[in-house]
């Protein structure tokens, strides 16, 4: 599956951003998938994921409350709806996917860039 990221740009602290994630392939519905980001200097982390059928979600406690997480398997899209971002949000988001019961994310998007200023 390839997945192409997109939705991310310059806002204010306090705004908010939606980001997409169009993945390609007949099985997305299939996938897990979820939102990682990486700072400048910083280790990529896991911000959320949602299982194949929308009903389980998970977050960082770092977003938790702000962000919401969801998908349309008609559309084989993915969604960040970032509300209340915060300067430490600035970061490079990137979409994965992975197999049901796999332990780790085989397919990665390329990252989308969003930057929260104060």
């Known amino acids: 599956v390839q997945l192409q990221a997109s939705g991310g740009g310059l806002v204010q602290a306090g705004g908010s951003l939606r980001l997409s994630c169009a993945a390609s392939?007949?099985?997305?519905?299939?996938?897990?998938m979820g939102w990682f980001r990486q700072a400048p200097g910083k280790e990529r982390e896991f911000v959320a994921t949602?299982?194949?059928?929308?009903?389980?979600?998970n977050y960082a406690d770092s977003v938790k409350g702000r962000f919401t997480i969801s998908r349309d398997n008609a559309k084989n899209t993915v969604f960040l709806q970032m509300n209340s971002l915060k300067p430490e949000d600035t970061a490079a988001y990137y979409c994965?996917?992975?197999?049901?019961?796999?332990?780790?994310?085989?397919?990665w998007g390329q990252g989308t860039l969003v930057t929260v200023s104060s």
């Open positions: 994965a996917a992975k197999s049901s019961g796999s332990p780790r994310y085989d397919y």
């Open positions: 949602i299982t194949w059928n929308g009903l389980n979600t």
């Open positions: 392939g007949r099985t997305f519905r299939s996938y897990v």
